[in-house]
């Protein structure tokens, strides 16, 4: 009768069976003391190798992933591989590790299964979830926003209980996160109290600019189906019920503007689904971030990247202006081929956003003096001088004013 519930709890009520027990490599580990939770947090944390950048002008969005110890490793290879291909933002990734993920992740103090019967053994440390949640909010991102090159745009992971702590976030908390992944969260939680409190906050205006992504995984019995599942009421095939009337509340949401995707994993089972959802949640939340051109295409236009960062910049919600070592490759690329225009627009793009870099201001230089402009390239060239001493820009300058 309970063996599915039962699973859920083993799994979760420590590290996940599952934890990654090799040495970290992707991140650091920080201390981070609560007195809230009144105890020492244990903090995994990604920081991108770019680090804010060569002027420190570079910020990122934040992941705040619950059961850290599990996913830090695989979530963070997995963001490094599509942040380089273009397809998501370099992030920054904060792994929360466990200490008593049963207190922490349930926002009730519940100590009933699904069919009324009382179980304060398995079920009875619970009901920390809002302290735990305080914590997250006053503790924990100041301490990285206070420390660390962070951008406003910060997402919330969880998986199972961490699922349910998200959807807590989600619902009673709107304002905290921009973007919110539960896979395969316990919604049956406390007679699926979260549920109901989801119908009511989905009704205000608190969510036009939030993003969610709700993973289901497959952990009905075998001859189960979806669409079966809504008529049956055997506790092995609750979990599975209860994700699907959760998609049913948001298909009947139609005044919060909220972004969302639910999506069901019929090959993945509750702990096989993470990996797999966490790549799909992040193709969706950064939809429309890859550029799609090639920085050698000529209808590549310093227009065409305004609008896209236009774009890009609705979609996280704050300005982000291309990374000027872009800007420099994509101009100088145009400019071997002789697109002048192109490469012009591009590099005045450059200086326009980075008026404090030499770099901008000498391959703005490089431009004048392929079309010819020797006036223009003695004045840029002497300006990027100005910014930082650099014997290849002094070079050219002398070279130009022998000339005259």
């Known amino acids: 009768m309970k063996s599915f519930f039962w699973s859920v709890i083993f799994i979760l009520s420590s590290s996940h069976f599952y934890s990654q027990q090799n040495q970290l490599t992707t991140g650091s580990s920080e201390i981070v003391h609560s007195r809230l939770l009144n105890e020492d947090r244990e903090i995994l944390i990604h920081i991108p190798k770019s680090n804010g950048g060569k002027n420190g002008t570079v910020h990122y969005p934040v992941m705040y992933l619950l059961d850290g110890e599990s996913f830090f490793n695989s979530f963070t290879g997995m963001m490094q591989y599509l942040s380089s291909i ?50 997250v909010q006053n503790e924990l991102i100041p301490f990285i926003e206070g420390k660390y090159p962070t951008a ?76 079966r599942v809504m008529k049956d009421n055997a506790n092995a095939n609750v ?11 948001l298909q009947q949401d139609k005044t919060s503007l909220l972004k969302w995707k639910w999506k069901y994993y019929a090959e993945d089972n509750h702990a096989s689904v993470p990996f797999i959802s966490a790549y799909d949640a992040l193709r969706f939340l950064f939809k429309g971030y890859d550029l799609e051109k090639d920085m050698d295409d000529p209808t590549l236009t310093g227009e065409y990247i305004r609008l896209h ?30 697109r002048y225009k192109q490469a012009y627009d591009i590099f005045r793009m450059n200086l326009d956003n980075y008026p404090q870099s030499f770099n901008a201001y000498d391959s703005m230089g490089d431009y004048y003096l392929a079309v010819g402009d020797r006036k223009n390239a003695a004045l840029t060239l002497s300006k990027a001088l100005e910014i930082q001493d650099n014997p290849d820009t ?4 002398q070279k130009l004013q022998s000339k005259e």
């Open 86 to 135: 273009g397809k998501i933002p370099e992030m920054i990734i904060v792994g929360i590790k466990n200490v008593d993920r049963k207190r922490d992740f349930t926002p009730t103090h519940y100590v009933y299964w699904s069919d009324g019967t009382k179980d304060e053994q398995a079920l009875g440390n619970t009901g920390g979830g809002e302290k735990f949640l305080s914590f």
């Open 152 to 227: 406003p745009y910060r997402m919330f992971v969880g998986h199972s209980l961490g699922g349910l702590a998200v959807l807590n976030a989600f619902v009673n908390h709107p304002s905290l996160f921009k973007s919110y992944v539960t896979i395969d969260p316990t919604v049956w939680w406390d007679n699926r109290l979260i549920m109901k409190q989801a119908e009511g906050a989905l009704t205000k205006d608190a969510y036009a600019d939030k993003n969610l992504f709700y993973a289901s995984a497959n952990t009905m019995d075998k001859k189960m189906d979806t669409i």
């Open 239 to 249: 979990h599975v019920k209860d994700n699907l009337l959760f998609r049913n509340i």
């Open 309 to 338: 960062y236009q774009d890009v910049s609705k979609l996280l919600g704050y300005e982000l202006k291309p990374e000027e070592s872009f800007l420099n490759t994509a101009g100088y690329i145009h400019l071997s081929e002789k």
């Open 394 to 397: 002094l070079r050219k300058l």
